[in-house]
């Protein structure tokens, strides 16, 4: 009875302890939601958008950094960003990060800066969806000799509409002008198509792994949990083109 006591005290101490943590973590979400409201209500000022008022700014108190993005089906929800950049010869996921940011404008020069400090290089060529386009990057890299493939925005309209996508514009400085020419040139344009089949598999790869939600909460957990599913991907991928992983691997010296 005595040994019966103290076992029975021990898990009513540890679900007091645990009650107390899952308090504690509610209230910091609770801050974090309330820090998080204020920000966006900023932001709405600063853009004095009729559509965005401050005042109906939210924020998910289960998950505070989580932002209500437009997904694939065309419907809204709470959701993250992921940004992955793929090595096109082998379909390798070579930088991957998680984002908040319903738009993938601006995000080309954050995935290369992070790719370069990860991996202390560039690529020279960087195959590039149209919503990345900003022209801050594309100056950015072409001053690194990256060159960047990716079509200019509107560019099929442009062409309906009789005007030519690809000539410069009054605003283009001279290294966006450099690339809008590029993208008008046979080359650019066949060595661009490679990006789809690699981008947009690694996306439907990892959707038919059983990956289409995050199971953690927070901006730093999903990207950890964006690292693990990109590491499971590359082994997959390894072991798909027979690739020898005791080659790949080298033990630390002793």
Not at 74 to 82: E, I, L, S
Not at 206 to 216: D, P
Not at 220 to 243: D, F, I, P
């Amino acid at each position: 009875a005595p040994a019966a006591a103290c076992a029975a005290g021990a898990v009513t101490t540890k679900r007091a302890a645990a009650q107390r943590r899952g308090a504690r973590e509610r209230q910091q979400r609770l801050q974090r939601a309330v820090a998080v409201v204020r920000q966006r209500q900023e932001h709405r000022r600063e853009l004095k958008r009729a559509s965005s008022p401050p005042e109906q700014a939210r924020a998910n108190e289960t998950d505070p950094d989580v932002a209500k993005m437009k997904l694939p089906d065309g419907g809204y929800r709470q959701a993250y960003n992921v940004e992955t950049m793929t090595d096109t010869a082998q379909g390798l996921i070579v930088c991957v990060a998680v984002t908040n940011q319903g738009s993938d404008n601006g995000q080309l020069g954050v995935m290369a800066r992070r790719l370069e400090q990860e991996q202390g290089t560039l690529p020279k060529t960087i195959p590039a969806d149209s919503g990345f386009v900003d022209q801050a990057d594309i100056e950015w890299l072409e001053a690194k000799n990256v060159q960047v493939l990716m079509p200019p925005k509107n560019a099929a309209k442009e062409k309906q509409q009789g005007k030519d996508p690809y000539a410069r514009k009054k605003r283009d400085s001279e290294p966006v002008a450099q690339w809008r020419g590029r993208m008008g040139q046979v080359e650019a344009q066949q060595a661009y198509r490679c990006r789809a089949p690699v981008a947009e598999g690694v996306h439907a790869q990892q959707a038919n792994r059983g990956w289409r939600r995050f199971r953690l909460r927070g901006l730093v957990k999903a990207g950890v949990e964006a690292l693990w599913q990109a590491l499971g991907h590359n082994l997959a991928r390894l072991l798909s083109l027979e690739v020898a992983l005791a080659r790949t691997v080298r033990a630390a010296p002793a």
